[in-house]
């Protein structure tokens, strides 16, 4: 059984940036595929990026790529989301999500999902 705990979320102005942390505890993380989810108020979780189990290949949704970035660190069984340059529409509560699948691609099936942490983009 793997706990996800994420911390980071906050207010920021449009053109901001925040770094998200998503603390495991409980696993073999370093064995896991990472992923980050979002979901805005009324609206469904949608599939923000992910990264293979050693760090080395990332996956990103077309609306974040080139502004975040995903990086783990296996030694503090933590992983990262950091988000530059951010809009409104980013506004939403944030999941890091822990996959059995080494290379996990783009969305698919989580075993383990945090709390959420929010994240407010202000105009």
């Known amino acids: 059984q793997v706990q996800l705990v994420e911390s980071g979320g906050g207010l920021v102005q449009v053109g901001g940036s925040l770094r998200l942390s998503c603390a495991a505890s409980g696993g073999a993380f370093s064995s896991y595929g990472m992923g980050w989810f979002r979901q805005a108020p009324g609206k469904e979780r949608e599939f923000v990026g992910a990264?293979?189990?050693?760090?080395?290949?990332?996956y990103y949704a077309d609306s974040v790529k080139g502004r975040f970035t995903i990086s783990r660190d296996n030694a503090k069984n933590t992983v990262y989301l950091q988000m530059n340059n951010l809009k409104p529409e980013d506004t939403a509560v944030y999941y890091c999500a822990a996959t059995g699948k080494r290379f996990p691609g783009w969305g698919g099936h989580y075993d383990y999902w945090g709390q959420g942490t929010q994240v407010t983009v202000s105009s």
């Open positions: 990264l293979s189990w050693s760090g080395g290949i990332t």
